[in-house]
């Protein structure tokens, strides 16, 4: 293998569908997504067999978050299916196969602003800088995080530059955590 | 104003194999490495580019929780266990892609010995896969737009009971 696949043999690369996550009260959720973190409502299904819902929101570009309801599923797993819902105290990690949160992109331009009005409705957001543990300090966005009502972490991100050669330098650790090569022939 | 939302930065899972995510989404799906970050207690942040400039990010770290099915992510015999997964977990992942492209990129998937599954739901044609982690992706191709006829169910409560949402409309403006 490694022979360069023509741009019609490639696969394509467009983005994101849809992130499909799961709710444990999808009026809330609606009340949430729709009228604090302001995305439309796309798509609703009532899955078949009383399965449970199916709803699609707006978070632009053509991009979906989207949620599942189960009438029967398992309680919410902070630090296994979430992250912990303190992570200050209790670290990011969640189980390998998990979703640890969700970023979002808005114009850097609009950071502050977007900041302030979230803070004026009332829900705790949190900014991260360089000074926090998580960050990369690598100059390439500006964050903020919050929580949605099923304790998943969502975060809003501006980009500051484009990601070039120099933020690629590091290599892959394994999972006994020795640093590995990893061939390019992608 | 509202909030101008520009769709998805990263998504961020987490692996218990940086190397071998690595090699899946790069060389597997054809992903670029575009960010690689690892923080001060040794624990790593790889991003790859999954097309218009979304990301998908990936976590390690030396001692996470192990997977856990039916909870963290899909199961793996969800065809018959069922598909559902704990409140607050992500599900599955969708990756866009165009509908002129979707036989194409199932054969793709097929070629690479990805095991692939297709489902036409009608407004999306969809091929799923699952990725090293075992966490259950997606490729979705739109059928047609999404129109205000698209929104028509009332949201559950956490009993299952509708809530009928009548201080606005439901619909995109």
């Known amino acids: ?186 | 104003m509202s909030i101008d939302y520009q769709g998805v930065n990263h998504i961020t899972l987490v692996t218990h194999d940086m190397a071998e995510t690595t090699d899946f989404f790069q060389n597997t799906l054809e992903m670029p490495l575009v960010r690689a970050v690892e923080y001060e207690d040794g624990s790593q942040q790889f991003y790859f580019d999954c097309g218009g400039d979304r990301l998908l990010s990936f976590l390690w770290w030396p001692d996470a929780p192990g997977r856990a099915e039916g909870i963290a992510s899909m199961r793996s015999d969800h065809q018959t266990s069922g598909f559902d997964t704990a409140h607050g977990s992500m599900n599955h992942l969708a990756f866009s892609i165009d509908l002129d492209r979707f036989e194409a990129i199932v054969a793709r998937l097929k070629n690479k010995g990805v095991a692939t599954r297709v489902i036409n739901h009608g407004q999306f044609m969809s091929v799923y896969f699952r990725d090293n982690n075992n966490i259950h992706m997606e490729f979705a191709a739109l059928t047609r737009p999404f129109t205000p006829a698209d929104v028509q169910h009332d949201p559950v409560n956490e009993k299952g009971v509708k809530v009928p949402r009548n201080k606005k409309p439901l619909a995109a403006e």
């Open chain 1, 1 to 186: 293998m490694g022979q360069a696949a023509s741009e019609d043999e490639r696969f394509q690369r467009s983005g994101v569908s849809h992130v499909a996550l799961v709710c444990r009260d999808m009026a809330k959720t609606v009340d949430f997504y729709t009228d604090i973190l302001e995305m439309p409502l796309l798509k609703t299904v009532d899955l078949p067999g009383d399965g449970g819902q199916h709803f699609f929101f707006d978070c632009g570009a053509g991009d979906s978050v989207a949620f599942f309801w189960f009438p029967k599923t398992h309680e919410a797993a902070p630090g296994i299916a979430s992250q912990p819902l303190d992570v200050r105290k209790d670290g990011f990690k969640s189980a390998h196969g998990s979703m640890n949160y969700l970023s979002l992109t808005i114009p850097a331009e609009k950071f502050d602003q977007t900041y302030q009005r979230l803070r004026a409705k009332g829900i705790k957001v949190e900014l991260v800088d360089d000074k926090n543990g998580m960050s990369a300090r690598d100059g390439l966005m500006r964050s903020m995080y919050l929580h949605d009502p099923d304790g998943i972490r969502i975060e809003l991100s501006s980009y500051l530059r484009k990601p070039d050669a120099k933020d690629i330098r590091v290599d892959p650790r394994n999972a006994r955590g020795e640093r590995v090569k990893v061939a390019n022939i992608g």
